[in-house]
RNA sequence: GGUCGGUUGGCCGAGUGGCUAGGCAACGGUCUGCAAAACCGUCUACGGCGGUUCGAAUCCGCCACCGACCUCCA
């Protein structure tokens, strides 16, 4: 009923309505990690944006396969494709074989996206697990006569191209443009054109990572295996196709560009690029060496963390933006997005205790479509909470006895909130009173019930020892007109 | 240098040609034995200069500053 979700399509840079080619499948494709280091905040961000929607789409009644992928050969260090292979490099300096490296970054990536609460995509294939679907698409390319060998490895002959189609529909780069910005990279390269990719590269003597080809023994060109695997999993071609914005040139526009050689056209009806996290106003990323790891987040291990941050903190503080905004990562900010998750969750607990009256002060359905209508605008996950708050603020008032609810708006507030923050948002309670044992919750009434004999005789000195000094064991006393409430902080 | 994007109140962050999100912080009040929580209220911003318009933070132009991509990066 709310099927009218529209996103923001890279390829026209226009938001348009979301159509499925196949109703109601939808095949989405997000690039995943490199499995070379430890997963850090940059990582989460395309993780949840495309969490969120995977999980939007499943509720819109979407039978959705999700592929991520997981990058584990091909993966050049340096400039113009003539650099180590990162994962090689990587399992030479720490004695290890590629393979442990990969099973242990892989898993290490899997354990963080587990705590901020992203599901798994239906496939997660590896490039490794795919070379015969890589080598499959150069022979292709090769045959239609747009890559060429040059010393074993194989290239995608962009300028040829360019010629036919247009290089550059998804970056809106220019050929012409290119040869000038990367002039200074030619020289000793098996390239035509600096802006050629490789499709396969040989590998040198010593390179670890290799695979038997009629080229050469080698490994894949790193564009090739999003193409390579979306194809398999997906068919030629498929609704969405996700990934961070730095990705957007080189990498999509190659993707685009082999596909459009091996299959006939582009992969993908709609791209959607998540935009970067800044530190500073910079970007976190490996290359500037300005990361903070998301281990380091939860543990607040890193010279510039004032504490340690919870998954559902991180979560919420990267959903409090738009995912085509840049967000910029302070203490502050983090700050303030704890204490808002802390006051939403409280909030959707709160629904509970209403007490029904006859009277409607919230329009329930009119909050509701304003929350979808967040939903479907490229998924405004920011307005959406926006939204949120305002229930919130209303579940507190209904509580306080400020304003009456009647019982059918209660149960649908009560359901429509779960959707959208559990369900939708993703977002859990993480208190440990969750998993508060019966024992626990007695021994609690019963403390707090001395408590309550002790202010009734007006023993106050009792009453604030009590309270202190379970607040110094990490347990909260709310008094209320009801009396206490408890939480474990 | 080229291409693209941004500049919003103390901070973070939405958004729209006029009805002026939200969170955090701050301040005042209600409640409370006190406090916390909760509630109510206050704080009205859109880089600069021009232009279009009855009306622009929102559209256009110029300028300034910041960033992303052009090499690996989510």
């Known amino acids: 009923m709310h099927k009218n979700l529209k996103i923001f399509n890279s390829l026209s840079r226009k938001i348009e309505l979301f159509e499925p080619l196949n109703t109601p499948n939808v095949g989405l494709y997000v690039c995943g990690p490199t499995v070379y280091g430890d997963p850090h905040l940059g990582h989460a961000r395309p993780a949840i944006t495309f969490d969120i929607l995977y999980r939007y789409l499943q509720h819109l009644g979407y039978k959705v396969r999700y592929i991520r992928n997981i990058t584990d050969v091909g993966h050049l260090e340096n400039d113009a494709d003539e650099g180590e292979d990162k994962i090689a490099k990587k399992a030479r300096l720490e004695q290890l074989e590629p393979m442990e490296v990969v099973q242990y970054y892989t898993d290490r990536y899997h354990e963080f996206m587990k705590l901020l609460n992203v599901k798994s995509p239906s496939i997660e294939p590896r490039a490794s697990g795919h070379i015969i679907e890589q080598l499959g698409i150069v022979e292709k390319i090769l045959e239609k006569g747009y890559a060429y060998e040059s010393n074993g490895s194989v290239y995608f002959d962009v300028e040829k191209y360019n010629k036919e189609h247009k290089y550059g529909v998804l970056s809106g780069r220019v050929l012409e443009d290119l040869y000038s910005s990367t002039r200074d990279l030619e020289g000793q390269s098996e390239k035509k054109n600096s802006f050629d990719f490789a499709l396969w590269k040989k590998a040198s003597p010593t390179h670890i990572m290799r695979w038997p080809s009629k080229y050469s023994d080698g490994f894949p060109g790193w564009h090739l295996e999003c193409t390579a695997m979306s194809a398999r999993y997906l068919g030629e071609t498929f609704d969405i196709h996700g990934g961070g914005m730095d990705l957007l040139f080189p ?239």
């Open 251 to 489: 990498h999509h526009e190659c993707e685009i560009a082999q596909s459009v050689i091996a299959h006939g056209h582009g992969p993908a009806k709609y791209w959607m690029h998540n935009n970067m996290i800044t530190i500073n106003g910079q970007k976190m990323g490996k290359s500037l060496g300005n990361f903070i790891t998301l281990e380091e987040f939860f543990t607040g291990k890193h010279q510039l963390l004032k504490q340690a941050w919870t998954p559902m903190t991180i979560r919420f503080f990267i959903l409090q933006a738009h995912y085509r905004s840049t967000v910029d990562f302070s203490n502050e900010a983090l700050e303030a997005a704890g204490k808002g998750l802390k006051r939403l969750m409280e909030g959707m607990a709160q629904i509970e205790k209403i007490k029904a009256g006859k009277n409607d002060q919230f329009n329930v359905e009119e909050w509701s479509d304003k929350c979808f209508e967040a939903l479907n605008d490229d998924l405004n996950t920011p307005v959406l909470i926006a939204h949120l708050f305002d229930a919130v603020k209303a579940i507190n008032s209904a509580v306080a006895g400020k304003i009456e609810m009647s019982e059918n708006s209660v149960k649908q507030l009560h359901d429509l909130f779960r959707l959208l923050v559990v369900e939708i948002l993703g977002l859990e309670t993480e208190t440990a009173a969750e998993e508060t044992s019966e024992t626990l919750s007695g021994v609690m009434d019963l403390v707090l019930n001395i408590r309550q004999q002790a202010k009734m005789n007006k023993d106050w000195a009792t009453a604030d020892k009590i309270r202190d000094e379970l607040l110094a064991m990490g347990i909260v006393v709310k008094d209320g007109k009801e009396g206490a409430t408890w939480e474990v902080k």
